[in-house]
């Protein structure tokens, strides 16, 4: 089985191109949550998806920035013509939430974007 | 003040010590997260607790809700032990709040 699937790993983007990141759940987790780590700074929460829902968007900066969990396919955070403040790890951890709040979230491996 | 506050920040030890990582939160939680993020970078999740204790190996977890205070302990540290441990309480649509982490390490 599995974990929490993240790709690209590693991903170098230039002023102004777009970054997407893919994420896919663990087999049978239909709920992905998306968080960012700035260089030298704590992991912050940016949304909550199920599929083709967003339950929790209150962490997604409001320009840029928008994210998607399909019926099919991996959820994907999209970062339109990315400045260097962009430039973090980026984490996403799914979960069955069948005991809401008392499940374990799963972490995938992040992706590192670094933009020049 | 942040909703979720760990101490010490930074923590040195040697190997074989017994190690104590404080987590205290403001809000009210129905349970909460230690993780461990590698220097590599990567998260795994070490336990996840509602009330009492847990204990995986060397790891035990505690928490008490009514005081809004968890901690994480282990046993006979060892370096491989050397990460950031991180608190993290689930709020609202169970988005995870995060600690700010201590960075741990232990020498040999």
């Known amino acids: 089985n599995a974990g929490v699937m993240q790709n690209p790993r590693h991903l170098v983007r230039r002023r102004g191109q777009e970054a997407r990141l893919r994420c896919s759940p663990m087999?049978?987790?239909?709920?992905v949550y998306w968080y960012r780590q700035l260089p030298e700074e704590g992991l912050k929460f940016m949304v909550y998806l199920q599929k083709e829902n967003i339950i929790d968007e209150s962490g997604m900066p409001k320009e840029r920035f928008s994210a998607e969990f399909p019926k099919e396919g991996p959820s994907i955070l999209r970062i339109q013509q990315v400045v260097r403040g962009d430039s973090a790890a980026y984490f996403c951890?799914?979960?069955?939430?069948?005991?809401?709040?008392?499940?374990?979230?799963?972490f995938g491996p992040g992706t590192r974007l670094t933009v020049l | 003040k942040n909703e979720v506050e760990q101490s010490p920040q930074n923590l040195t030890a040697q190997e074989g010590e017994f190690i104590t990582i404080n987590c205290s939160y403001s809000v009210g939680i129905s349970a909460l997260h230690w993780l461990q993020q590698h220097p590599g970078g990567g998260i795994v999740s070490l336990f996840m607790?509602?009330?009492g204790k847990k204990k995986h190996g060397r790891l035990i977890a505690t928490i008490n809700i009514q005081e809004k205070h968890s901690s994480l302990h282990i046993t006979a540290s060892h370096p491989r032990d050397s990460a950031v441990y991180i608190c993290?309480?689930?709020?609202?649509?169970?988005?995870?709040?995060f600690g700010t982490g201590t960075r741990l390490q232990v020498f040999p």
């Open positions: 993290a309480v689930p709020i609202n649509t169970d988005k995870l709040i």
């Open positions: 087999k049978g987790h239909s709920h």
């Open positions: 951890a799914s979960s069955p939430r069948t005991s809401g709040s008392l499940d374990t979230q799963y």
């Open positions: 607790l509602s009330s």
